[in-house]
């Protein structure tokens, strides 16, 4: 009998993919929740004081000059 796997194993292997699609410097289209979706660049977590979060993408906000941390599927180029 195979042993059993953990139910997040695979979610959180998914996300980690994702989050490497996305490299410092990439143009992306990045929407928030109340907002339409907005140009951006991804930006580097440390660069703002922030830990890097594997859930979500820091970007820069171009017009606002605000940064945010953005879900993954919440972004396009």
Known sequence: MA???RKGASK???A???RR???????VLAKVKGFPAWPA???A???WGYSADWKKVLVYFFGTQQIGGVEI???WY
């Open 3 to 5: 042993p059993s796997r």
């Open 12 to 14: 959180a292997a998914a």
């Open 16 to 18: 980690a993919a994702a």
């Open 21 to 27: 699609q996305w490299k410092v410097g990439d143009l």
């Open 41 to 43: 660049t991804v930006s």
């Open 45 to 47: 977590p440390e660069k």
């Open 73 to 75: 599927n919440a972004i």
